[in-house]
């Protein structure tokens, strides 16, 4: 019997990329024949009936109903968020409690969106650990991590094996110090971030809180009248936008210290030195920082605990959903001069009246513009403030993190404008529940990250990606969504895929090029 051969396309003079490869004949017949002789398939005409179905609105009742299963949820787990948390920090190393895949998970994720290395080592928990407890991993993980990393603070968090098993952290570190694994002195600060409840931005709050702990727990505060801390929040564009944020707070002449600033280890240069470790928050400014006036947060629901902490030692607190766009900018330019006695400058107000006009300029292109927007909740709030704001509507608003308080604040929002009054808000949905949404009421463009590009592959809904993560494409985070500035390009990004839509509709020559215009 003579055996078919299939030419491969693939030869070390000819290497294909793996998009073009597996379009070529040969893998097509292979894969074809795979499905056909494999995997046992529903006929045809049964998958597409099945798949008309997921598109009704008697399937999105059963959708949204669902309760004991979630598909696609645009969230991620505590300990990611720790391990961002620690990034801002001096020389700073993350250390997760928990086996190795875990972390490497958590390392990756960051890694794919910033295009930067993300550092961070595990306890390399296994089977026995899971019996008998972690705490010998603790004592080896920490002496290693000193002696090789020569880190100045070592931030530890936990995954769902040491929390599943009760492991204490505080008490571990005791006993790693007391070993020998790091001097009595060095700063361990933790946090339990169990993975099987909440989300990232409940660890990176528990961390941030964990780490002012560390510092000011039993010290004096001493207020310095006028100077302010500012908490940035889990924000996967802190590249563009810390460094934007202080450059209007340094116009403004004001005192400040950024708590967890990871712009520049995510921003590393590229000059034949390799940094491990890159800016961040340095120590001594940590210490400071106890004695502020004031504590802001850019993202509320990303550090709730964290500024009840700043409260009970006695500073004041406010916070923010992601200053995004022109009212939101400036309440909290307006928080801080308030707070510090610093006038805004007449330079930032003609930063205001440009973003104004940019969007004076373009409202014929965004008014009655619909809109499904998801990701964290103070980012979903943000993004639905700014589109109030161009006359376009907020139509689906989901946060699978986003709770009952969030849903009131969100709906309150809705409420104060008439662009918002077909708008509904959906916490603790995800992404297979706003795909229902999305064919059974339709909208114009969809805001988020990259998981977004398999809804807008099946209902055809434009993707505007402007959160974490954004794995497929690349450089987004160097520039800011905050402030006027951000403001703008928020604005260009949206009437850019606004535009490429109307071109993409428009460009068959004597069929619908009628409206190709040169001029928009």
């Not at 990176?204 to 801390?229: C, S, T």
């Not at 308030?338 to 014929?364: C, F, H, N, Y």
Request: hydrophobic fraction near 35%; charged fraction near 25%; proline fraction near 5%.
């Amino acid at each position: 019997m003579k055996r078919k051969v299939l030419t491969m396309p693939q030869s070390a003079e000819k290497v294909l990329d793996h998009a073009p490869l597996f379009r070529e004949p040969e893998y097509r017949q292979m894969l074809a024949e795979k499905k056909a002789n494999f995997e046992c398939p529903h006929p045809d005409q049964v998958v597409a009936d099945q798949n008309d179905f997921t598109k009704t609105w008697e399937y999105r009742e059963k959708n949204l109903g669902r309760e004991a299963l979630v598909v696609n949820p645009a969230k991620a787990c505590q300990p990611l968020g720790a391990v961002f948390a620690a990034a801002g920090f001096e020389q700073t190393m993350s250390f997760v409690h928990g086996s190795q895949g875990c972390v490497a998970y958590y390392r990756s994720h960051l890694s794919r969106h910033f295009k930067e290395p993300s550092s961070a080592v595990s306890s390399s928990m296994t089977e026995d650990a899971a019996v008998f407890g972690g705490l010998k991993n603790m004592v080896d993980g920490l002496a290693n991590t000193y002696k090789l990393y020569d880190p100045k603070m070592i931030a530890v968090s936990t995954t769902c094996m040491a929390e599943v098993i009760g492991d204490d952290l505080h008490g571990f570190i005791e006993n790693a110090k007391n070993e020998g694994s790091v001097p009595h002195d060095f700063d361990v600060p933790f946090a339990h971030t169990p993975a099987f409840v909440g989300s990232h931005v409940d660890g990176y709050d528990g961390m941030i809180k964990g780490i002012l702990e560390n510092f000011w727990k039993g010290n004096e505060r001493k207020e310095v009248a006028q100077a302010i801390n500012i908490i940035p929040g889990f924000d996967g564009f802190c590249v563009g936008n810390n460094r934007e944020l202080k450059r209007l707070l340094d116009m403004m002449g004001v005192s400040y210290i950024f708590i967890q600033d990871a712009s520049d280890q995510f921003d590393t240069p590229s000059d034949g030195t390799y940094r491990m470790y890159d800016g961040g928050t340095k120590i001594e400014d940590l210490k400071t920082a106890l004695n502020a006036e004031a504590t802001l947060s850019l993202q509320h629901y990303n550090t709730r605990k964290t500024l009840e902490y700043c409260k009970e030692v006695g500073q004041v607190t406010a916070s923010f959903h992601y200053p995004l766009g022109v009212q939101a900018t400036d309440e909290f330019l307006m928080k801080v001069s308030e707070i510090t006695g610093k006038e805004i400058p007449p330079t930032i107000g003609l930063e205001r009246g440009r973003l104004v006009d940019a969007m004076a300029d373009s409202q014929a292109w965004l008014h009655g513009k619909k809109y499904a927007i998801y990701g964290d909740p103070d980012f979903v709030y943000a993004v639905a403030r700014f589109v109030l704001e161009t006359g376009g509507e907020p139509t689906h608003c989901l946060a699978t993190n986003g709770t009952s308080a969030w849903e009131a604040e969100m709906k309150a929002l809705l409420a104060s404008s008439p662009f918002g009054k077909d708008a509904q808000v959906w916490a603790g949905k995800d992404l297979w529940a706003l795909r229902s949404l999305l064919f059974t009421e339709p909208v114009d463009l969809m805001i988020g990250n990259s998981y977004g590009k398999y809804l807008e592959r099946d209902t055809g809904t434009p993707l505007i990606r402007l959160t974490f993560p954004i794995f497929d494409r690349h450089h987004h985070h160097r520039f800011p969504l905050m402030g006027y500035q951000g403001g703008l390009r928020v604005l260009t990004t949206i009437l850019d895929k606004i535009f490429d839509k109307l071109d993409r509709e428009t460009s068959e020559p004597g069929v619908t090029d009628y409206s190709y215009d040169l001029t928009r």
